[in-house]
């Protein structure tokens, strides 16, 4: 079929460190006192979308164990094959450019409406997962609403965003609050290790990804993660005079600004906080450079840098070009103020 689109398989059991959650889950199902709709919040990449795959999955299994869905009756096939007819996902769509859309349209959830009040094809719950919600539009969020007060019986609907908080405050006040944060490190530390090739790159992974395991792996495998050490050098050449902005810009427009604006927001935050007096920094296998360049910043006029990088991250989701975003980036830190003599 040429508009068939690879799909990741379904996940039918949470990470190691949802089980306590997972445990609260099953137990409101089973004791019939699940709401109607889930508010699952937390950081990115700590596996709000498995763990909402795979409660999903139990609850439309057929023949459902303690430990998740059984994974091979007729529902959990239809769920590997992505034609479940009980169960509607809704996130973002791309454009005709092939670029993601800023937002989950008004069309998009009124499908959910049509969804909700039709009965169920398989005699179970009929479910609803929007991934990332808070990217809802206000027409969006106002077009939910009613599904949200009078669901159908046996729906579910997921609402699952690492901005929870931005979540229109009506469609808040209608979910039950699922808030999740990042695993104990030793947890992650325990999924993270095996899979990279050795403990030390684990932790640094960890702490970049704040926490977050997935985030880490997929931090791991980014366009920037290995080019730290070379972008924080010219950072340091531009700060002590050695190196021309533009040139420096040059040199990165081939990586691209989606990799390189995200890499300077993390190294100009290790450095604010150096300048700032923090002993600690993220990026600790590049520490002693870290702390020449803070040596010679001004924690403020780093920060108020960091600042101008994200609203460049936010111009560059808007379609303006990456190469000029990152020859002012560049400029910009040429020119910011040294620190004050001591
Ligand atoms: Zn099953």
Redesign the pocket.
């Known amino acids: 079929m040429s508009d068939e689109v690879a799909r990741a398989p379904w996940s039918f059991f949470p990470y190691a460190w949802h089980q306590a959650t997972w445990q609260r889950l099953t137990t409101l199902a089973q004791e019939s006192r699940l709401p109607h709709a889930l508010l699952v919040g937390g950081p990115a990449g700590i596996g709000k979308h498995r763990l909402a795959q795979a409660f999903s999955?139990w609850l439309l299994?057929?023949?459902?164990t303690a430990a998740g869905?059984?994974?091979?009756?007729k529902?959990?096939s239809l769920l590997n094959a992505g034609s479940h007819p009980d169960l509607l996902e809704l996130g973002l769509e791309t454009n005709d450019k092939g670029k993601l859309k800023q937002a989950i349209g008004v069309d998009q959830v009124r499908a959910v409406v049509d969804f909700a009040v039709k009965s169920s094809q398989l005699g179970g719950y009929r479910i609803v997962m929007v991934e990332p919600a808070h990217l809802m539009n206000v027409s969006s969020s106002n077009a939910l609403l009613k599904t949200l007060e009078e669901p159908g019986r046996q729906t579910l609907i997921l609402l699952l965003s690492s901005q929870a908080l931005t979540l229109s405050a009506t469609v808040r006040s209608r979910c039950q609050k699922l808030l999740l944060g990042t695993p104990p490190a030793e947890e992650a530390l325990a999924w993270l290790a095996p899979q990279l090739r050795d403990a030390a790159t684990a932790r640094l992974l960890l702490d970049l990804a704040d926490g977050a395991p997935l985030a880490a792996l997929t931090l791991r495998d980014s366009l920037w993660f290995p080019e730290r050490e070379r972008l924080l050098k010219d950072l340091a050449g531009l700060s002590e005079g050695r190196l021309a902005a533009l040139a420096v810009a040059q040199r990165w427009h081939a990586l691209g600004a989606e990799a390189v604006l995200p890499a300077l927001v993390s190294l100009c935050e290790d450095i604010a906080r150096q300048a700032a007096g923090a002993v600690v920094v993220k990026h600790r296998d590049l520490a002693p450079i870290i702390g020449a360049v803070a040596r010679r910043s001004s924690p403020a006029a780093v920060l108020a840098f960091c600042q101008g990088l994200a609203e460049k991250q936010r111009l560059l989701a808007g379609n303006v070009a990456g190469s000029s975003l990152l020859d002012a980036a560049f400029s910009e830190w040429k020119r910011l103020p040294a620190a004050a003599a001591q």
């Open positions: 999955a299994c057929q023949v459902p869905a059984c994974g091979h009756c529902s959990c």
